[in-house]
């Protein structure tokens, strides 16, 4: 089992490791000539073209109980489309239950490759996992308040799973260590942050006063988690380089 | 009204032509399409991958047919593309495996209902269970991977619950083949059914063989060896359905009929007009297809092709939900077992029978599907919401966040 992550070896893939076929490639290359004139740009027109014609990926459902939509649709509304807020909210709680298989995954990583001065404790780790539920349970009531499906998968959930598909990818994989995880799990505290600012904005505009405080509160521990993540991650990364005093490498 | 084969001649060969354009055209929506649509979609990609490597393997072993079997096997391999390219690109490869069990549950459930000769009937009930287990494991791995709800792709239309056990599933190769029809004697439906789920199981297979490396977890990669091989026993089950003395212009002529039968169940079911609109113009090209090897099968074998064919097409595969069906198969069947070609209850399997052995071996370091699915049970909006609800609920109270 490998615990570090930057060692030297037998990398193949530069244009150093040969230098006799690397010239000949570039040669070879160069004497090619290219069977239509142009740039990328024409990929670009074709995606346009495409574009043009396109419907989207698709839509937020109609809500089964058009009773509590059209209440809270004339409180929240003045000429506003409430679908907006339900779309984000679905992203928001598909983001978080994603989040517990994340954090499960790194306490496994946690159980094999353990921490490093700097690094997260396994209670850490399992407080987050457990806010990232307790977020879900926030999102998903908050659907339910609204009179919408929390089952359904909005066009923005879609598109957030599509973003962040290659995260769960890097904890699953028996390859990465725990320090390797938290870059992944950098990039979904940053976007989690983020995602729950726009829903902070959306519920104010909407005056949705009750969410606007719970959601807060759901930001300020998330802005916990990423300043946590990053932490731990500069101290395993500089630990292993050997550029900081009080870091090291991973131990068990 | 039902459509005269002899008749009803579609769009001649020379007529059948893309663009590059034309075959990429827009996907359905993952999220407002019906599963129907991408059922459809997923089996129809699959009868076309059938019909190209029919004709490949056909072309090898035929001199006089392998011109004839080139100039349609091109113009299928671009039916085939222009079908598999509806698929949307938001659709991952986890979320088009639950499409293609959906497949085999629900097709092979109307095949087995429609199936006339009580054999075969029985054969595909046996798989049919088989591929319902394949849905609930990678259901929850798609819950316990990714954190998501498959019913965002099942749409409510199938259980979600174990069958028959995959663990329990794999069998010694010899108790996989099955007693094959009889050309002479077979109703063409029970021709056309065994030649289309042979397509859609194979296809599967591929699938999987495909998509399975491109997992990170090593359960992920696993499970995909494991259904896989599973699929391929059920390639093996059906296509030994196919009586092996008919020509091999027989069997074309027949898998041509099944292709225009496939392409016209979907369009007597589809709401989608953009995906009607090609299965509408591919209803056409099958019936030119069929028209020239029924001219070749006239000319080279000196038959009528109506001492194969039908005169009309049998009523449409049921794009539907066949929940009730699959529940009674599920309560009576479940724990049938396969000796040689018969299917036996599993107290019939005497023990160090080939099969247990093979299985035994095979599960010796651990069980993919089992880890997969360890307690796993379907709840809306995944296993998460059924936790989050007991953590609202629970004596302890609301976590706070």
Known sequence: MKKTSSDVGLNRTGIQTSPIDSKEAIEGARQGIPSSVGTEAAILEVRALYARESDGVGTVPVPATFKGMFKTAKELLKGNKPTVFIDKLGERAGFERTGVRLYEAALGKFDIHGTWAGGPSREQLEKILSDELSHFVLVREAIEKLGADPTALTPSADLAAVASKGIPEVLVDPRTNLVQCLEALMVAELTDNAGWELLIELAQGLGQTDFVEQFEQALGVEAEHLMLVRRWLIAGVTGEAGVREEAGIPVV | ?401
């Open chain 2, 1 to 401: 009204m039902a459509l005269d084969l002899f008749k009803e001649k579609g769009v001649p060969l020379d007529r059948q032509v893309f663009t590059w354009k034309d075959l990429v055209q827009r996907p359905y929506s993952k999220l407002d399409d019906d599963a129907f649509t991408r059922v459809r979609v997923i089996l129809m990609n699959g009868i076309e991958a059938d019909a190209l490597r029919f004709k490949h393997i056909a072309a090898r072993m035929s001199r006089q047919l392998r011109e004839p079997l080139a100039l349609i096997r091109r113009v299928e391999h671009h039916q085939q593309t222009m079908v598999n390219w509806l698929n949307p690109a938001d659709q991952s490869p986890l979320e088009t495996t639950l499409g293609f069990e959906q497949v085999a549950i629900e097709v092979t459930a109307s095949v087995a209902q429609r199936e006339p000769d009580p054999y075969l009937a029985q054969a595909y009930r046996f798989g049919l269970l088989e591929d319902f287990d394949h849905l609930y494991r990678y259901a929850a791995l798609y819950d316990r991977l990714e954190g998501k709800d498959p019913n965002y792709l099942i749409q409510s239309y199938s259980d979600i619950r174990p069958g028959r056990p995959t663990v329990v599933e794999h069998r010694h190769p010899l108790d996989d083949l099955r007693r094959p029809y009889d050309m002479r004697t077979a109703h063409p439906l029970t021709k056309i059914h065994a030649q289309l789920i042979t397509a859609a199981e194979y296809q599967t297979h591929d699938y999987y063989m495909t998509i399975g490396p491109m997992f990170a977890d090593p359960v992920a990669r696993q499970l995909y060896a494991e259904i896989a091989s599973i699929e391929e026993q059920h390639v093996t089950q059906y296509g030994s359905l196919q009586d092996p003395d008919e020509s091999l212009l027989e069997k074309w002529l027949l898998h041509e009929a099944m292709e225009l039968y496939g392409y016209q169940s979907c369009l007597a079911y589809e709401g989608n007009p953009r995906v009607k609109a090609v299965w509408e113009r591919f209803v056409d090209y099958e019936l030119g297809h069929l028209h020239y090897v029924m001219e070749l099968f006239q000319r080279l074998e000196g038959r009528d092709p109506a001492e194969v064919l039908p005169a009309t097409l049998p009523d449409p595969i049921e794009f539907k939900s066949h929940r009730e069906f699959v529940r009674r198969v599920l309560s009576q069947e479940v724990d049938l077992r396969a000796n040689g070609t018969e299917f036996v209850g599993k107290a019939e399997i005497p023990p160090g029978h080939r099969s247990l052995i093979y299985r035994d071996a095979l599960n010796a370091e651990g069980s993919p599907s089992e880890i997969a699915a360890a307690g796993y049970q379907w709840t809306p909006g995944s296993e998460l919401a059924a936790r989050g609800q007991r953590l609202a609920t629970g004596p302890e109270g609301r976590l706070q966040s």
